[in-house]
């Protein structure tokens, strides 16, 4: 076989590809490190991801995902590329067929230039696929029969609320709080109460070791070092779980005030699926200490965390690729 088919979960905060026959055979950072003087990429994916925050003046980690779309397009072509390479090896002559996962909510404008870029990386032919029907295929839910399933894909960028019945997404919405944004509310809160800056990546160090959604059920801490505001010299302090709890609440809120309004619009038979299946969480923001609890409580519906939520979009892609012929473009 000389086409490969690749399917790709172009995430925000990582990009994994799925080839056809092989699995996944590539997770790696969403990251471009560039020379700020000639634009050239110096170093992509885990590499250039050990540079964030590290790097001189004149290097530059870019993370060109946003919120699920192309902020950077030069640069999210270099990623693509990059990667494409790595997994295609020295097949040269081989042009891939590409199945490539968006938010459910962008737009057309968006959703074309996520295509534009695959396709100058070479591709035979590029087809788009909403990230929460791709979910749920990975995760191992049948959403081609008449009864409803509900998926929350909670990412780097956006936070994914979908139901789904034969085939398609019913009812669903998309919110650009997730993983990154939790980072970002670390990093203030530390920043407001203890006049401390600290790094995207020790933020990223305290949500996934001592961070919670449960305040007082989770009682760990973790030093934290960082630049002090008033003196300008390195600093050490002591958080703890239900600070981070603290941080993320107004995040949470939202995330849930957004899975309540799709629930509100769902037909009523699919309502009844819901309740008697429960609803899946996937990404990695679904693992955020207690929030399966959480929602459950808040939504009265039961919550399951997928098993293995990282990677369910990029085996959904897979799953996909057996059934191109399916597929709208």
């Known amino acids: ?26 997770n790696e950072p969403s990251v471009v490190a ?14 250039a991801h050990e540079m964030l925050g590290r790097t001189p003046g004149k290097v530059k980690a870019i993370k060109p995902m946003k919120d699920g779309v192309i902020a950077d397009y030069d640069t999210t072509e270099v990623m693509l590329n990059y990667f494409i390479k790595k997994v295609n090896g020295k097949n ?13 909510n962008i737009t057309t404008v968006e959703k074309n ?12 032919r590029v087809y ?8 749920a295929v990975g995760v191992g839910l049948d959403i081609s029969k008449p009864s409803g399933s509900m998926i929350i894909d909670i990412g780097g960028g956006t936070t994914d609320v979908a139901v789904l019945s034969l085939g398609s997404i019913v009812t669903s919405s998309s919110v650009k709080i997730a993983g990154n944004t939790f980072d970002s509310e670390i990093t203030k809160y530390i920043k407001n109460k203890y006049k401390l800056l600290i790094g995207e990546r020790t933020a990223e160090d305290l949500k996934k070791k001592i961070g919670t959604v449960t305040g007082g059920n989770k009682k760990e801490k973790l030093e934290v070092k960082g630049r002090d505001m008033v003196n300008g010299l390195p600093h050490t302090i002591t958080i703890t779980s239900e600070e981070i709890e603290e941080a993320l609440r107004e995040s949470i809120n939202e995330i849930v005030r957004t899975i309540k309004q799709v629930l509100e619009i769902t037909p009523p038979e699919l309502s009844a699926d819901i309740i008697n299946k429960g609803i ?5 923001g679904s693992m955020l200490d207690g929030l399966d609890i959480l929602l459950k409580k808040e939504l009265k519906v039961p919550v399951f965390i997928a098993e293995s939520p990282l990677t369910c979009v990029a085996e959904g892609t897979g799953k996909m690729l057996e059934n191109l012929h399916l597929i709208d473009e």
């Open 1 to 26: 076989m000389f086409n490969k088919d690749i399917g790709i979960d172009l995430g925000t905060a990582n990009v994994l590809i799925y080839i056809k026959g092989q699995g996944i055979v590539l």
């Open 34 to 47: 560039i020379d700020a003087d000639t634009k050239r990429p110096l170093a992509v994916g885990s590499e």
């Open 92 to 104: 040269i002559l081989s042009k891939p067929r590409i199945l490539i996962c968006c938010p459910s």
């Open 113 to 124: 230039a996520i295509k534009e870029a695959a396709e100058r990386t070479g591709a035979k």
């Open 128 to 135: 788009i696929e909403e990230e929460p029907k791709v979910a």
């Open 280 to 284: 899946v969480l996937t990404g990695g």
